[in-house]
C-alpha cells in the first residue's frame, strides 16, 4: 500500500475548525477533502400522495433523523396538512428529539427518545405504546430488509414488525448518488465511507472502479459488509474498542501507514 497523502471523506464538510480531521491533517501532513457521496432530494407533495398515505389516520410518528424531520414538516406544509397536538413523536436520540423544537412546541408528555441514540432502546418506549397508529418517515431506499444505519443498527421497520406494531412506512425523502463523473482531479490514496448507499454511489460513479493500492475506511459493521460483498478491501474500520470513531481508526492507521515508508 503506497503512502496516505489525499483522502476523500464522504461527508460534508465539519462546520467546525476544532474538528478532528483536521488535526489529522496537521499531525500527518495529509490532505482530507469532504465530499458527499450521497445526497438528499425531497418527495414532492404530488409524489407523497401517490403514496396513499394519510398522515392524519396516525397516531404517532417515529423518526430517526433530523432530516427526517424536516420533511415531515414541509410535505405537511406543502399539503396544508396541520398536525394535532395529541400527536406523539418517537425520536432515536434526544439530539433528534431536541431538534422537533424547530417546528412544535416541545412537551415531554408527547416527546419520546431513546437515551443512548440506539433504534433497539427506542422500541422499549414503543412496546408500552402498541396501541398507537405509527408512522415511520424514511428516505426512498428504506425497507424491512434493508442495511440499516452504518453503524449496523437493527433496521427500524424490521424492529416495528417484530413489536407487531401498528405502523405505516412513509417515504418522505430520496437519497440520490452525487455526480463525480465530471470531476477534473478525483485521485486518492483513501477513500471513506459512512453508509451502504456511500459505496453503491462509488460503483454508480465509477463501474470500473479497482481499488488497487488504495485504501478503503468504513464506519460500521453494515457498510463494511457491503464494501467486502462488492470486492473492496476494508482497511480501516470503525467503531471498535480500541478506536470508537472514524477519526481515532484514522489517526491510528496513518500512524502506522507513514511508519512503515
Excluded: W
Excluded at 79 to 87: F, G, H, L, S, V
Excluded at 210 to 225: D, R, V
Amino acid at each position: 500500500m503506497v503512502k496516505i497523502k489525499r483522502i476523500l471523506v464522504s461527508q460534508p464538510r465539519p462546520t467546525t475548525e476544532k474538528s478532528p480531521y483536521f488535526d489529522l491533517e496537521t499531525k500527518y501532513g495529509v490532505k482530507i477533502d469532504f465530499k458527499p457521496f450521497i445526497k438528499v432530494e425531497p418527495v414532492l407533495a404530488k409524489e407523497f400522495r401517490q403514496q396513499k398515505v394519510s398522515i392524519l389516520d396516525h397516531t404517532a410518528i417515529v423518526f430517526t433523523a433530523r432530516t427526517a424531520i424536516d420533511h415531515f414538516f414541509r410535505l405537511c406544509e406543502e399539503m396544508r396538512i396541520k398536525i394535532p397536538e395529541t400527536m406523539k413523536y418517537f425520536c432515536v436520540s434526544q439530539s433528534v428529539a431536541n431538534y422537533l423544537q424547530t417546528y412544535i412546541q416541545y412537551r415531554k408528555r408527547k416527546v419520546f427518545f431513546s437515551a443512548t441514540g440506539k433504534i433497539e432502546d427506542l422500541m422499549v418506549s414503543v412496546h408500552k405504546h402498541l396501541d398507537e397508529k405509527f408512522l415511520v418517515a424514511v428516505a426512498d431506499v428504506h425497507s424491512v430488509n434493508s442495511c440499516a444505519a452504518a453503524e449496523g443498527k437493527e433496521d427500524i421497520l424490521a424492529l416495528m414488525e417484530k413489536a407487531n406494531a401498528t405502523y405505516t412506512k412513509a417515504v418522505m425523502y430520496k437519497t440520490v448518488s452525487t455526480d463525480f463523473t465530471e470531476e477534473p482531479d478525483f485521485n486518492y490514496d483513501m477513500f471513506v465511507f459512512f453508509s451502504p448507499s456511500g459505496i453503491g454511489s462509488l460503483f454508480k460513479n465509477f463501474p470500473d472502479f479497482k481499488q488497487g493500492e488504495m485504501a478503503i475506511g468504513c464506519l460500521g459493521a453494515t457498510t463494511a459488509k457491503v464494501a467486502k460483498e462488492a470486492g473492496l478491501e476494508v482497511n480501516v474500520q470503525a467503531p471498535t474498542p480500541e478506536t470508537p470513531s472514524m477519526p481515532a481508526a484514522l489517526d491510528l492507521f496513518l500512524k502506522e501507514n507513514h511508519k512503515k515508508k
